[in-house]
């Protein structure tokens, strides 16, 4: 019960955060906007005010972008985690960000003229790809695809593809082009990328919250789960598509940020505990507060130039990961 | 009379002695193969007769200066990288470990990422001082990563060093990101080939700047397999036949960093070799190490040359950075191992 | 005369002290083993005794020697430990297994000298091992497995063996097996052995000594007749037992056991 109010306290508390500090990013930027004019660019939108479009559809959209990426890696994770009984489990394990960062090598390679859109989705389907290439190579062999083979099949597969994408990056010299779109971040984001986004993003962080009952089970292990009366292969599905999804999107949009969807689950678990109902909303919060907060970093601190969101995440969150990995007693 | 354990060993002996004799005798032709490829092709029957002095000068200059400095490189940069690989899976007790996984890759390409930020690519000094430098930068980011692991009283335990060591790259790769953004195109070009592993450093004083530390450190760790063998039980197995197990994995994890960091130096990322070959020789030769680690040794210059002639090949005039063809060769069969036993 | 001496014994894992002031002795010559509830302390105490875990405090005498200023290598060949459910690099074979045993006594590259490997074959031998020699350890069942793990200890040649819960997960005809190995060597070989065992009808029927320990303190240490007794077995495990003769050994058995109902942990 203590535990439940301690949770229940964090992710109200997170939420409040994450409300202001949206509110903040919004205003700072390379050219600080006074609250009051967020306030009625926000609740009075007038269309012939220049700092009202800055707001409405500049700012706004990026930091909604920024909060949903960030909840949307760190359940990722979380999910991941969970299913696959693997502490180290995000999104670069699955071959997610490889598949990703090929299909946006081959974009710029061989079709220098796709625009935005195009580009978001070609890397959402290298995702898609990449993971689902993990998975076939993993369950290949009779037996099925258990954690060991996975994490191997993981490996393999982001090793194959991050040369290949390497290799077509030097040989059409776009190299810097695909460096400059993977590290861009949320950068480029405007309402029509968010309206894409943010149903993808929703449905899968709701079909994740239904399922987390089924995924505390699982995360016990597949066979006391089995033994519960949970349909293992069924919630593992289920698991692997939302995974897919979130991982993909978010992928698509900022480029490769794995270290969100490692660390915030695992401080979740330490605040929350084992029960993945509480630990996918508090990881949800708590990646959005810190994505929004990269988000801000990279945009404020050395304007008009913009540091990349995934390296300020990184820089934010290993010195956390290490005390995190010192603290634990036996890191399983 | 023999005993089934005599006919065993013989047979053992045979099996050995086979692998090291195709190994030796692939290697070779890689490295023969790989001096008549390039821009300029030399059919075999030249490059014996240029090596045994019938070369003209143009030729000589060609095969001496510039290919032979090079496959040798390759082969001592595979060598070098796969018993660092083995080294270090088997005191993590990880089969997916590499020497990337102690941060040399990382802190390598920091130091080539510095340097070329200050000093640009251009200028003589980088031959001689961007293989120290990514020494310098591979050796203290293992350091800081086996401190940061190291807890007082216990030690660290093989998880530890792997959170850990996952942990500092994700920051150094994110440093390297940072800066890397600032560069212009022909630094930023400079820097993306060597993260993507070419052989660079090919003349014979990188071969000269390699040679001490393989003598010394190839040497050492064969004489230390025993030890090996009996660290990849279980730990507390091995505490109670009289390792200390703290010491002898320290000293161990020292040698396979000093291994990988000059390899690395001189050739770039190529850390997929120190995955792969220890893998396919353990699948050759089993999991004891007076026999693995010399094969392991051979299985990674094969597969570093033949990857590196590859490299020169497939898109002649230019070429693309080995450590690209041998991920792209090697994970193939890495996943060919996964979908059998 | 004591093989193993401990005295003022604690041991901690991080901040929890485990075993806190412990005096102990394992006589030379004789089988000891070490019963308790789970989490008493039984494996630390092993694993201290063994090197394998610092004590916080206290001393271990091996032979009488202060065991902090022995070298691994000068423990090795007096003592041999078995960790629970040790696990072996896959592919690699009983007899080389085994042969890591001679660790200890080798330098250098370790070539295998014909003594040791007469040792390693009487090893196998003793352990019934000698026609699976070639085999795999990874492809073994568990009982097999366990008795190659004894092999490797009994190679390395030492007069005394500590073994953490040698029968776990094996069945009872392979927990015999186990145990009538360890009592032959230790009346053939007179091998001093101390472990760890769960099952108290298989300490008291082949252990010399019995160490009954509950919240990292001894309840009570002597022979089976003065361990197993009911009021011991209260104090440790919190239950009332049935201890009668057993017909075939000799020694006391536990034939029913219930748990102590409404009485506070103070009793």
Redesign the interface.
């Known amino acids: 019960m203590k535990q439940f109010f301690i949770s229940f306290f964090i992710f109200s508390a997170g939420i409040a955060v994450l409300v202001s500090l949206m509110f903040l990013s919004v205003s700072g930027g390379s050219s600080d906007i006074p609250f009051s004019v967020v306030r009625s660019a926000l609740l009075h939108f007038d269309p012939t005010d220049m700092r009202h479009l800055v707001v409405a559809d500049l700012r706004l959209p990026r930091v909604v972008a920024s909060a949903l990426v960030g909840a949307a890696l760190s359940v990722a994770g979380a999910v991941m985690q969970g299913t696959t009984g693997n502490p ?1 489990a995000d999104s670069g394990l699955l071959g997610l960000n490889a598949g990703a960062g090929f299909a946006v090598a081959l974009c710029f390679a061989f079709f220098p003229a796709a625009g935005y859109v195009y580009i978001v989705f070609a890397s959402f389907a290298g995702a898609a790809a990449g993971a689902f290439l993990v998975n076939f ?2 369950s ?2 009779r037996g099925g695809a258990t954690h060991m ?1 996975i ?3 993981g ?3 982001t ?2 593809l ?3 994408s ?2 077509i ?3 059409f ?1 776009v ?2 082009d695909i ?2 779109w993977t ?1 861009g971040g949320v950068a480029g984001v405007g309402w029509r990328q968010v309206a894409v986004l943010a149903p993808c993003i929703l449905a899968a962080l709701l079909t994740s919250m239904l399922f987390s009952r089924s995924i505390t089970v699982l995360s016990f292990g597949e066979e006391v789960a089995k033994g519960l009366g949970l349909n293992v292969s069924f919630v593992r599905l289920v698991s692997f598509v939302c995974v897919t999804v979130l991982a993909g999107a978010s992928v698509a949009v900022v480029g490769a940020v ?2 969100v969807g ?1 660390i915030f689950p695992h401080l979740a678990k330490f605040i929350t505990g084992a029960d993945y109902r509480r630990i996918i909303p508090v990881s949800a919060i708590l990646g959005a507060v810190m994505m929004v907060l990269a988000d801000f970093a990279s945009r404020t601190l050395n304007p008009p ?1 913009e ?2 969101v ?6 934010i ?3 956390f ?2 005390y995190l ?2 603290r634990q ?4 | 009379m023999q005993t089934a354990y005599q006919i065993y060993k013989r047979k053992i002996f045979m099996r050995n002695t086979l692998v090291a004799a195709a190994g030796i005798l692939l290697l070779l032709a890689a490295l023969v193969v790989s001096m008549n490829t390039g821009y300029t092709k030399l059919i075999p029957s030249d490059t014996f007769r240029i090596l045994f002095g019938g070369g003209t000068d143009a030729e000589n200059l060609i095969l001496y200066q510039f290919r032979l400095p090079r496959v040798i490189l390759a082969a001592m940069a595979g060598a070098g990288l796969a018993l660092s690989g083995c080294i270090i899976q088997d005191v993590t007790k990880n089969p997916l470990a590499d020497p990337g996984l102690l941060g040399i890759n990382a802190g390598a390409g920091l130091a080539v990422l510095l340097y070329v930020l200050f000093f640009g690519t251009a200028t003589f000094l980088a031959v001689f001082t961007l293989p120290v430098l990514a020494l310098a930068g591979a050796g203290m980011t293992s350091v800081l990563i086996y401190l940061l692991a190291f807890k007082k009283g216990e030690g660290t335990s093989p998880i530890r060093l792997i959170l850990t060591g996952i942990a500092v790259q994700a920051g150094i790769f994110a440093l390297t990101t940072v800066l890397v953004i600032n560069l212009d195109e022909t630094r930023f070009d400079f820097v993306a080939m060597w993260q993507a592993g070419s052989i660079w450093g090919s003349g014979w004083k990188y071969v000269l700047a390699l040679l001490p530390w393989q003598m010394v450190l190839i040497p050492f760790v064969v004489y230390r397999s025993r030890v090996l063998d009996v660290l990849s039980l279980d730990s507390c197995a091995a505490c109670g036949l009289g390792v200390d197990v703290e010491k002898e994995q320290r000293i161990l994890l020292f040698c396979a960093v000093a291994l990988a960091a000059s390899c690395v130096a001189v050739s770039g990322n190529i850390s997929f070799a120190g995955l792969i070959a220890p893998h396919m020789a353990r699948r050759l030769v089993g999991p004891k190490h007076s026999v693995l680690l010399p094969v392991c040794a051979l299985t990674g210059a094969v597969t570093v040359s033949a990857a590196d002639t590859f490299a020169r090949v497939i898109v002649q005039p230019s070429e693309i950075p080995t450590g690209i063809v041998t991920a792209v060769l090697g994970a193939p069969y890495f996943i060919w191992l996964l979908t059998r036993k | 005369m004591n093989s193993i001496t401990a005295e003022n014994l604690s041991a901690a894992y991080e901040d929890k002290l485990v075993v806190d002031g412990l005096d102990l002795n394992i006589p030379k010559g004789m089988i000891t083993s070490i019963i308790g509830p789970n989490g008493c302390g039984k494996s630390t105490v092993l694993k201290t005794l063994g090197r394998i875990m610092k004590p916080r405090n206290g001393m271990v005498y091996l032979n009488g020697k202060d065991i902090s200023r022995l070298s691994a290598k000068e423990i090795a060949i007096r003592m041999a430990i078995l960790p629970q459910s040790p696990q072996a690099p896959s592919g690699l074979t009983v007899g080389d297994l085994v042969s890591y045993g001679r660790y200890p006594h080798q330098r250098g590259f370790g070539t295998m000298k014909p003594e040791d490997r007469k040792i390693v074959e009487w090893a196998l031998e003793v352990t019934k091992l000698s026609d699976l020699e070639t085999t795999a350890v990874d492809n073994m069942s568990g009982g097999q497995r366990q008795r190659v793990w004894i092999a490797m200890a009994l190679a390395q040649q030492t007069d005394l063996i500590l073994l953490d819960e040698p029968t776990t997960y094996l069945d009872m005809s392979y927990q015999l097996e186990v145990l009538e190995l360890l009592y032959r060597l230790n009346r053939e070989q007179n091998c001093t052995i101390a472990m760890v065992l769960h099952d108290l009808n298989l300490a008291a029927r082949f252990s010399d000594h019995m160490i009954a320990i509950r919240g990292g303190n001894i309840v009570r240490y002597g022979t089976p007749e003065e361990v197993m007794t009911a009021d011991v077995l209260r104090k440790t495990f919190r239950v009332h037992a049935e201890i009668v003769t057993d017909p075939r050994s000799g020694r006391p058995a536990c034939i029913s056991y219930d748990l102590i109902r409404d009485e506070g942990d103070n009793s």
């Not at chain 1, 995934?310 to 820089?315: D, E, K, S, V, Y």
């Open positions: 180290l190579v993993a290949m062999r083979r994490v191997l099949a490996a393999a597969v090793a194959l991050a040369a290949l390497q290799g990056a030097l040989y010299n190299a810097q460096m400059f590290v794995g270290f490692l130039a540091t990349p995934g390296a300020f995440a990184a820089l969150g290993v010195p990961f290490l990995s010192r007693k036996r890191a399983t």
